[in-house]
């Protein structure tokens, strides 16, 4: 079973555009949504993340949405940069528990000059 | 800003072989984790371990594998005889609390790539 479905699996955006990733979960215990951020070479690093307790949740460019009732939430990129040119991976778990987060597959982002 | 450091960077083992993947967790961490990628697959969970024993292991995560803490530092993963499918990125995190928040959670080294050939 695919805890957490993520999509697209990758984006091609002009730069000065939207960028937008969706991800669904599927166990409503989970209450922590992460997003990552990994370049090549690198190790996934931490971008924004929301409780449920929020819909949105705003960080510079970045901006979390968060629907409970439809198990969704989603990485709105505003202004995309080409320095954005990444990949994306939501995930989602328990925030107290250490117990393990389940990552969706990634969407590769590319942020055309 | 602390890293987790993770040694090396890049091995390739013939199949069967024994490998020791290390990491070098953030100091003042207490809990960490491994995970593996399969080149342009999801990041998976293999293991967390705190107080010096295994918390929570996924399937993958079978007789094949153990983790060790042997000193103040390091924290090692073994896979006793390499599989051809066991080749991935292999990444390190660890964790101050079990609390995740807004602002923190995991900190992921840069990953070792483990090429079984």
């Known amino acids: 079973q695919q805890q957490v479905k993520q999509s697209p699996q990758s984006l091609i955006v002009q730069k000065g555009g939207i960028s937008i990733i969706n991800c669904a979960y599927e166990?409503?215990?989970?209450?922590?949504f992460p997003w990552y951020q990994q370049f090549p070479g690198k190790g996934p690093a931490l971008l924004i993340a929301?409780?449920?307790?929020?819909s949105e949740k705003k960080e510079g460019r970045f901006t979390i949405s968060f629907n409970k009732s439809a198990k969704q939430f989603s990485l709105h990129i505003m202004d995309s940069q080409p320095g954005d040119s990444a990949t994306y991976f939501c995930?989602?778990?328990?925030?107290?528990?250490?117990?393990?987060?389940?990552f969706g597959t990634g969407t590769s982002l590319t942020v055309i000059p | 800003e602390p890293e987790v450091t993770q040694t090396p960077s890049h091995q390739v083992t013939q199949m069967g072989q024994e490998v020791i993947l290390r990491c070098v967790p953030i100091?003042?961490?207490?809990?960490f984790y491994w995970y593996r990628q399969i080149l342009g697959q999801k990041v998976e969970f293999l293991v967390s371990?705190?107080?010096?024993?295994?918390?929570?292991k996924s399937e993958i995560f079978d007789d094949q594998f153990s983790v060790e803490r042997p000193d103040g530092s390091n924290f090692t993963l073994k896979i006793r005889s390499t599989k051809l499918e066991d080749s991935a990125m292999y990444f390190c995190?660890?964790?101050?609390?079990?609390?995740?928040?807004?602002?923190?959670?995991?900190?992921f080294g840069s990953g070792t790539r483990l090429t079984v050939v």
């Open positions: 995190a660890s964790s101050e609390s079990l609390a995740f928040g807004e602002d923190y959670g995991y900190t």
């Open positions: 371990f705190y107080n010096n024993e295994i918390s929570e």
């Open positions: 166990n409503t215990a989970f209450d922590y």
């Open positions: 995930a989602a778990g328990p925030s107290n528990t250490g117990n393990q987060f389940y």
């Open positions: 100091s003042n961490h207490l809990y």
């Open positions: 929301i409780r449920p307790d929020v």
